[in-house]
């Protein structure tokens, strides 16, 4: 990168001033890691201190049948295929039930398109959750699945909505966005809801008072412009409404042990290669300097693995999400290596070792308890790794 534009962005970002999109695609033509870490660690500073979030949660995936058969994705299934299921409503609540002992504090609800399931099933779904377990957060439903209820219901999605809110749900997830631009898009989603339905949706959920998250699906065909234009439809939306609380950037998965019925649903894969960590840690970076109305940004450690996700949050992350107990929808895909559950005694240590504060929040981000910081004579103060 030329010097002088170095430090013309330099000063905007201690300036607190706007990058424009040609800023974004700049930041991503540069090799300086270091650099761009150290710049995305002030912002993360500047808005969260030495905090680092998480949460205790579960997720459930009730069923993974679905209509579509997206390029990335090796958890859908279609009707009668081996591995294909649907959980009856009482198994969906005993699983949340397992975890009641642990002081759970949301569940986290994503399913296929399900081609028969009747709309009725997803209140009554979450209604028996919620009563089973009222102390618990229901984030439920990415905007295209709201988008195929109202296909199957015949309600638009404003009746949808305050009929899910009124069996409890307190905030859909932010999936189903992968890569806005259509240049992509139309290479890699084999369903029916693209940017304009998708930021319908979220405006809905925000005029409703519901906060929202919003990901960005990356590491596969994609080029960085794409990545920048995503990002910043998000902050115009974000600039309109306010209710996006975190912006989640997801690692794009290789399809490794989905052979069991001599399959290999991930289409993609031939052609493109996983992100490597420190294109993980440039997206983190530049998307933190960039989504500057988005008080945080999230690295899924199940999607990064444990150490990149350490790293992530030296990079512009402040969000290391839960404990997760079973993801199938990366599990069914990726074997390098992630989890399927960190206890809280986990989360709590990680953070701390990559020299940070951590603070157990609910789906809100509202503070739950805070936890004392790494030992002062171990560790100094947290700063962006140089490497």
Same mark, same amino acid.
């Given at each position: 990168?030329?010097?002088?534009?170095?430090?013309?962005?330099?000063?905007?970002?201690?300036?607190?001033?706007?990058?424009?999109?040609?800023?974004?695609?700049?930041?991503?033509?540069s090799d300086?890691?270091?650099?761009?870490?150290?710049?995305?660690?002030?912002?993360?500073?500047?808005?969260?201190?030495?905090?680092?979030?998480?949460?205790?949660?579960?997720?459930?995936?009730?069923?993974n049948?679905c209509?579509?058969?997206?390029?990335?994705?090796?958890?859908?299934?279609?009707?009668?295929?081996?591995?294909?299921?649907?959980?009856?409503?009482?198994?969906?609540?005993?699983?949340?039930?397992?975890?009641?002992?642990?002081?759970l504090?949301?569940?986290?609800?994503?399913?296929?398109?399900?081609?028969?399931l009747?709309?009725?099933?997803?209140?009554?779904?979450?209604?028996?959750?919620?009563?089973?377990?009222?102390?618990?957060?229901?984030?439920?439903?990415?905007?295209?699945?709201?988008?195929?209820?109202?296909?199957?219901?015949?309600?638009?999605?404003?009746?949808?909505l305050?009929?899910?809110?009124?069996?409890?749900?307190?905030?859909?997830?932010?999936g189903?966005?992968?890569?806005?631009?259509?240049?992509?898009?139309?290479?890699?989603? $084999?369903?029916?809801?693209?940017?304009?339905?998708?930021?319908?949706?979220?405006?809905?959920?925000?005029?409703?008072?519901?906060?929202?998250?919003?990901?960005?699906?990356?590491? &596969?065909?994609?080029?960085?412009?794409?990545r920048?234009? &995503?990002?910043?439809?998000?902050?115009?939306?974000?600039?309109?409404?306010?209710?996006?609380?975190?912006?989640?950037?997801?690692?794009?998965?290789?399809?490794?042990?989905?052979?069991?019925?001599?399959?290999?649903?991930?289409?993609?894969?031939?052609?493109?290669?996983?992100?490597?960590?420190?294109?993980?840690?440039k997206?983190?970076?530049?998307?933190?300097?960039?989504?500057?109305?988005?008080?945080?940004?999230?690295?899924?450690?199940?999607?990064?693995?444990?150490?990149?996700?350490?790293?992530?949050?030296?990079?512009?992350?402040?969000?290391?999400?839960?404990?997760?107990?079973?993801?199938?929808?990366?599990?069914?895909?990726?074997?390098?290596?992630?989890?399927?559950?960190?206890?809280?005694?986990?989360?709590?240590?990680?953070?701390? $070792?990559?020299?940070?504060?951590?603070?157990?929040?609910?789906?809100?981000?509202?503070?739950?308890?805070?936890?004392?910081?790494?030992?002062?004579?171990?560790?100094?103060?947290?700063?962006?790794m140089?490497?």
């Amino acid at each position: 990168m030329d010097v002088g534009l170095k430090r013309e962005l330099e000063a905007k970002v201690h300036a607190g001033e706007r990058l424009t999109r040609e800023d974004g695609i700049a930041l991503y033509e540069s090799d300086d890691l270091a650099w761009l870490g150290g710049l995305a660690h002030e912002v993360r500073t500047r808005k969260n201190g030495d905090v680092v979030h998480f949460n205790v949660n579960r997720h459930l995936n009730m069923t993974n049948v679905c209509t579509a058969s997206c390029a990335y994705c090796s958890f859908q299934r279609k009707p009668g295929e081996k591995d294909a299921y649907t959980m009856r409503i009482e198994e969906a609540v005993r699983l949340a039930k397992a975890m009641e002992n642990e002081n759970l504090t949301e569940l986290h609800i994503v399913n296929g398109l399900h081609p028969t399931l009747p709309w009725r099933y997803y209140p009554r779904s979450l209604k028996a959750l919620k009563e089973a377990l009222p102390q618990v957060s229901l984030k439920a439903f990415t905007a295209t699945e709201i988008h195929h209820f109202e296909t199957i219901s015949g309600l638009s999605a404003s009746e949808i909505l305050d009929e899910l809110i009124d069996a409890g749900l307190e905030s859909l997830t932010g999936g189903g966005a992968e890569i806005f631009d259509w240049e992509i898009r139309q290479h890699i989603v $084999d369903h029916a809801t693209h940017w304009e339905d998708w930021s319908r949706i979220h405006r809905l959920a925000h005029e409703k008072g519901l906060k929202t998250p919003s990901t960005m699906l990356y590491g &596969h065909i994609e080029e960085p412009r794409h990545r920048v234009d &995503h990002v910043l439809r998000l902050r115009e939306l974000q600039d309109e409404t306010g209710g996006f609380q975190v912006f989640i950037p997801l690692r794009y998965q290789h399809d490794f042990v989905d052979m069991k019925d001599g399959k290999v649903r991930n289409r993609l894969q031939a052609r493109t290669t996983m992100a490597t960590g420190a294109e993980a840690l440039k997206v983190f970076a530049v998307s933190r300097l960039l989504f500057d109305n988005v008080p945080h940004v999230k690295c899924f450690w199940v999607m990064h693995g444990l150490h990149t996700t350490q790293l992530a949050l030296q990079h512009g992350a402040d969000d290391m999400d839960g404990s997760v107990v079973e993801y199938k929808i990366t599990h069914d895909a990726d074997n390098y290596g992630t989890p399927n559950k960190l206890t809280r005694d986990d989360l709590l240590e990680l953070i701390r $070792d990559a020299g940070f504060r951590p603070v157990e929040r609910n789906t809100r981000y509202e503070a739950i308890r805070e936890y004392p910081g790494p030992d002062p004579e171990r560790r100094e103060s947290p700063q962006p790794m140089r490497l």
